[in-house]
């Protein structure tokens, strides 16, 4: 089970649920049920819910006098009674300063689902405004799944065990079921992969090392409880342990020798910091880092900002990070895995776009020129675009017939690209990729500051031309 995932649809549901373990008051206009951790393992018999966690209090409904013999008739869905339930005085009380005697007429019994008491008010009339708690000796047994119950007053035995002919009733949730906690991505600014400088190109961050990739959240849910009296489930409670594995192109990050890179990596070169500046706060280093993975120890609620430095000579994937936050529970408790979308790296390259480029292999030839006006080389790739939407990324210059290079010197300019080889490089790249007889959009981007795309026609009988 996700409990990540299923926390955000519970938890809406019990925002009113009281912090505290109290009876479950039917008496009020919305009643809080108790709410259990989903995260607690259940055995192939059940768990028990036991202590405050299973008072229900309702209202009488309809006088209990301390003469004549009443029933009063409890039910409950979802659960079993975890013992035989007993006549000690215990599991019903009132509030009247009289009380109430009661002896089981029926019901009650280990794994039973509902209880007649017989019962009289010992010394004052019980009012219909007054309350009747029910508490089932040692607690309710449940699978996980929501207990309900219902209250009923009878006049006589026979109503009772044909369940008709009320005086008063009432029901509602008595247990229900949520998440003790939830870990998400929150959403961050990452820095740009810098390919606009005249040193490391590509290579390191706007701003520098270090950067920013991601963010991972756990908050704990308040109003959640585990099986035992009044004790909080929260991820100190449920958690023994938990990684955050992180995966992408890590190859940034990895040791120089003599500044060159050696395919080893430093586990502090990807670590979690408590502050998004990924220097001011507490770190937690890595434990392991890899070319594709990086796995950092989190402990406890709050956020973890997940922050890599890169080594300012191997270049640095365009790419968005995914996590997996796995928990080893703490006994009695699940381990769970939660699949999380991190932050996302781009460059700061000059794009450019020509949105009419003329149909390939149509009537008239089409061809494209690219400019580097910056005074920085880099490399060059396209994006096509169909009319119909379907777009190829990522075609290198390079695949390109005619061109030698997927580099583009600053200040110089492509040979004339006609439309026809572009298109077959992009149908290279993706096989699926089809223009069906359509024009192209095409957006070309140079990982350097500045760049120019030109569009050239030349009429069928190669007599004119014109520019776009």
């Known amino acids: ?139 309710i047994v449940t699978s996980g799944t929501a207990v309900t119950i219902t209250y009923a007053l009878f006049e006589t035995g026979s109503d009772a065990v044909n369940n008709t002919n009320a005086l008063a009733t009432d029901n509602g949730t008595l247990i229900d079921f949520a998440a003790a906690n939830n870990t998400a991505a929150d959403s961050v600014t990452t820095p740009q992969i810098n390919v606009t400088t005249t ?38 409670a449920v958690e023994a342990s938990a990684n955050l594995t992180v995966t992408g192109d890590f190859t940034f990050t990895q040791d120089l020798v003599l500044g060159a890179p050696n395919g080893t990596y430093a586990t502090a070169v990807v670590y979690a910091n408590t502050n998004s500046d990924c220097t001011s706060g507490a770190t937690t280093a890595a434990s392991s880092v890899t070319a594709t993975t990086a796995i950092i120890p989190i402990a406890g609620a709050g956020v973890n900002y997940i922050c890599a430095n890169g080594n300012g000579v191997s270049l640095i994937a365009e790419q968005t990070f995914t996590a997996s936050y796995d928990s080893d529970g703490a006994a009695g408790y699940n381990d769970e895995s939660t699949a999380l979308t991190l932050g996302t790296l781009t460059k700061n390259g000059a794009t450019d776009t020509q949105d009419l480029v003329l149909t390939p292999n149509g009537a008239f030839k089409n061809f494209l020129r690219v400019v580097n006006t910056s005074n920085l080389s880099g490399d060059v790739s396209f994006q096509l675009t169909a009319d119909d939407g379907t777009t190829v990324n990522g075609v290198s210059l390079a695949d390109i017939a005619g061109q030698s290079s997927a580099a583009l010197a600053g200040q110089n300019s492509t040979s004339l690209i006609n439309i026809n080889d572009l298109y077959a490089a992009a149908q290279a790249a993706d096989a699926t990729f089809d223009a069906a007889g359509g024009k192209l959009r095409v957006t070309v981007t140079g990982n350097f500051a500045t760049i120019l795309l030109q569009n050239v026609t030349v009429s069928t009988d190669n007599t004119t031309f014109a520019t776009f």
């Open 1 to 139: 089970m996700n409990k990540k995932l299923l926390s955000l649809a519970v938890a809406a549901g019990i925002a009113g649920a009281s912090s505290t373990a109290v009876a479950v008051d039917f008496t009020a206009a919305a009643p809080d049920a108790a709410t259990i951790a989903t995260e607690q393992t259940i055995g192939a018999s059940g768990n028990i819910i036991n202590g405050a966690l299973v008072v229900a209090e309702f209202a009488a409904g309809f006088s209990i006098d301390d003469t004549n013999v009443s029933y009063v008739r409890f039910d409950i869905a979802g659960g079993t009674f975890a013992a035989q339930q007993v006549d000690t005085g215990a599991e019903i009380t009132t509030s009247n300063a009289g009380g109430i005697t009661h002896t089981i007429s029926a019901g009650g019994a280990t794994t039973d689902s509902y209880v007649i008491y017989q019962v009289v008010g010992t010394a004052n009339d019980i009012g219909p405004t007054d309350t009747v708690s029910f508490t089932p000796t040692t607690g």
């Open 199 to 236: 040193t490391g190109t590509g290579a390191v961050f706007v701003g520098g090392n270090p950067a920013l990739i991601g963010a991972v959240n756990t908050t704990d849910t308040a109003g959640v409880f585990t099986n035992a009296t009044g004790v909080a489930a929260n991820t100190a």
